[in-house]
């Protein structure tokens, strides 16, 4: 799924991950840097804080609004981890709990992860009873099926499109606006609801986690606008939504804990407030002072701010920094010159320098240099290296593969990225020049980046991103990103470089219908680097999520199966007195 990505050059950073070597011996230096690969992992499947106590009110600071909430849209790993755990649920999710566990499927809706037949070309889902939306009514299989059929509606982009891939009969589908329905989506009760796939899909209840299989009463459903204002059928209701300003939840009475072994529903009440400035919720959040001691921050902490955290034991107990399990990348469009010459895309490869860009996301304590699309979760826990380029780059051969490419001058070019990732932008910016090529920077607001980006008649030839995998499978991450036969002229989501190679399509093809998992794993890793080979995107980094949570927070882990994001279905507060508002 898309990601969103934070933060700017990190001088700080670089001086408090060395502080205190200077003069060291090269022993002394060997500890400082196992020192500071132990602080980025410190905290992995930990849960900081204790047990939370029911009640009170958790604050969270925000720089920015959600993407989307409508569950039809809802495919940016933040928004999920909060719409997901908060608002709506899904046939299936994933387990609360810290570390690996994290990555377990569960039921939630279902009574079960469903059941295939017909060799796993359909999948039956049954609802638990007593599970019911904020006014009383029931959940219904239908309301499964509508949201679902939503999610093909034009005017409703974003979202995930499992649905479009696999569901029989799909292809041409423009949603249910017009009385039009999926004759491959049965619900033949209330309880009961049926999946027929035009394709063998064992992994199908992987992808039930997503918000695309959330229920929306039809009588609710209020086309774009939903998105203001989700029904509920969690823990908790949306009280007010001041877009770009503050969310206010409060619980939804008629959810019963009884049909939920996920959510634990401890505070009373949630409030995001909404359009801080990064460095003051970093600051605020530091200092942990009256409210912001019940807060937390609901984006990743600056590496500007790293060195007031990494200094003081104090605070850097409270420090979270889980993997994303996401990578970033800088895609091309391949369907515009000089981007459609794969050498001119192997120079930007090339040219390219990673430890530059690392170092502005917050340096080796916060991130991993990239040498493969699919994160390391993917690769069996670590990357491979096929390609053998330099962390470090090598423009003298990115010169070369531009001048067998006509442009022993280099050119210039435009890159869009979100606001948050201007320091990270500057720093490819940086490298590129180099090499002749020249870069002009176009930052977005993240609440609007993906719109712009997926506009592919009207965006920039290069885009900095980046792709997570939705479970730790290949097939959640390689087609999404270069199959070229799922690009949207508008809402376009995952291949931003417009990749549209037969040979790699038709692979993919053959790696679906693998029957056997383990055959399938080595060819999806096998698949990435014969695509990065040919150049759409240039894999930059994996980076962690860091987040230093206030001090009355209690039940708080980065789950990441969400990217590191806080797992909101179990965290709270340690004296629900203490907090405001």
Known sequence: ??????????????????????????????????????????????????????????????????????????????????????????????????????????????????????????????????IKYEDGTPVTAQDVKYNVERSFSPDLPGGADYAARYLKGAKGYQGPAKGEHLDSVKTPDDRTIVFELRKPFAEFPNATVMPTFAPVPKARDKGPQYDNRPFSSGPYKIAT???????????????????????????????????????????????????????????????????????????????????????????MHTGRAPFDNVKVRQAVQYALDKEVVVTSSGGPAFNDASTAYMPAALFGGKQPDTLKVPATGDADKAEQLLKEAGKPNGFTTKMTVSNGDKGRAEAVQQSLAKAGIKVTIETVDPSAFYATIGDTANRTDM???????????????????????????????????????????????????????????????????????????????????????????????????????????????????????
């Open 1 to 130: 799924m898309d990601k969103r990505t934070s933060t700017a050059l990190a001088a700080a950073l670089v001086a408090a991950l060395t502080f205190g070597t200077a003069g060291c011996s090269g022993g002394q230096k060997a500890d400082d840097a196992r020192g500071r690969k132990n602080l980025a992992t410190a905290n992995n499947g930990r849960t900081l804080g204790g047990t939370p106590t029911k009640g009170g009110t958790l604050t969270v600071l925000s720089n920015q609004d959600f993407t989307h909430l409508d569950p039809a849209r809802n495919w940016v790993m933040n928004d999920m981890a909060f719409g997901t755990r908060l608002l709506y649920r899904t046939l299936v999710s994933y387990k609360a709990a810290p570390g690996t566990a994290g990555g377990e499927l569960v039921p939630d809706l279902a009574t079960d992860l469903g059941t295939p037949s017909d060799g796993a070309k359909t999948w039956t889902f049954h609802l638990k009873r007593g």
């Open 241 to 331: 939504y001041q877009r770009n300003k503050k969310l206010i939840l409060v619980r939804n009475p008629h959810w019963d804990p009884g049909t939920d072994g996920i959510r634990k529903a401890y505070p009373d009440k949630l409030v995001m407030v909404m359009g801080l400035k990064p460095n003051q919720i970093d600051d605020r959040m530091i200092a942990s002072q009256g409210a912001d001691a019940s807060a937390v921050p609901w984006y990743a902490l600056r590496p500007e701010s790293a060195a007031k955290v990494l200094t003081r034991a104090e605070v850097r107990e409270r420090l979270l920094a889980e993997s994303t399990n996401c990578t970033d990348m800088v895609q």
């Open 463 to 581: 885009v900095y991103t980046g792709w997570c995998p939705d479970y730790p499978s290949g097939s959640t991450f390689l087609p999404f990103v270069f199959d070229g036969r799922y690009v949207k002229e508008k809402g376009n989501s995952g291949n931003h470089s417009l990749f549209r190679d037969e040979p790699t399509m038709k692979r993919m093809d053959e790696i679906a219908a693998m029957t056997d998992a383990k055959k399938a794993n080595a060819a999806w890793r096998e698949l990435d680097g014969e695509i990065l080979a040919k150049a759409p995107a240039v894999p930059v980094l994996v980076r962690r999520w860091p987040l230093v949570v206030g001090t009355n927070i209690a039940g708080a882990y980065g789950q990441t199966s969400f990217g590191g994001q806080l797992d909101y279905a179990s965290v709270g507060l340690k004296d629900p007195a203490k907090s405001e508002g």
